[in-house]
């Protein structure tokens, strides 16, 4: 039975261009990688110093070939290849590998806060062991049985769970709406984009864990 593992993750990896610019926001929305290219991250940055962070990324010696893909709303969206460095403390291969599904990646202070779903225990315990036999620090925060129907807020991140509190308490979802993404985001004091990221992905957990996931087949009419 699968699990869904929520930890909080320290990795060289983007460290130093993090570390020159500490309240940079990130958002990680996808990683991929090929026997003949290296990985790919493309992530969602927000903050007030994006020279800075990009002067860091250039002297990251974990990261190259930075790219821009897209500006919105005072967010920026960036592609970054990994170094023969990089490449030997990030963990995609390893829960690659066991058959782990990425859910989320959150970067904002200190480490970074992580969720992937994992075909059984024994896949995650392996993945633990990897990143302690690389000397990465994993502190576990929540496992819970993917399955289960218990406690739909369990799918949740504590960033999502944050944002959406607030969203409800702010009037977000009332009709008419009260208050907008942006007036979360100043409120959060992060950026607009990561607020639509961080609602988009806690709703998308709140589906699967109370409706289920979509199915191909149809029901009886």
Known sequence: MSVIATF???TPVLRRALNEVPEMSVSVEQQTATD??????IFWAGGDDFSAFEAGIEDDPTVTDPVVLSEVDGTRLYKIHLTDE???V???QSWAE???VFLSAERSGDG??????????????QYVDFCRERELTLDLREIHTADAKTDDSRALTDVQRETLLAAVEAGYFTVPREASAEDLAEDLGVSHQAVSERLRRATESL?????GSPKNDQ???
């Open 207 to 211: 589906v699967r864990e109370t409706i």
């Open 98 to 100: 066991l058959g782990a």
């Open 90 to 92: 990030i963990t995609y």
């Open 219 to 221: 029901s009886d009419e």
């Open 36 to 41: 003949s290219s290296p990985t790919t991250m």
């Open 86 to 88: 990089g490449e030997e």
């Open 112 to 125: 970074w806060t992580v969720q992937l779903r994992f075909p059984d225990r024994e896949s995650l315990q």
């Open 8 to 10: 909080c993750l320290e």
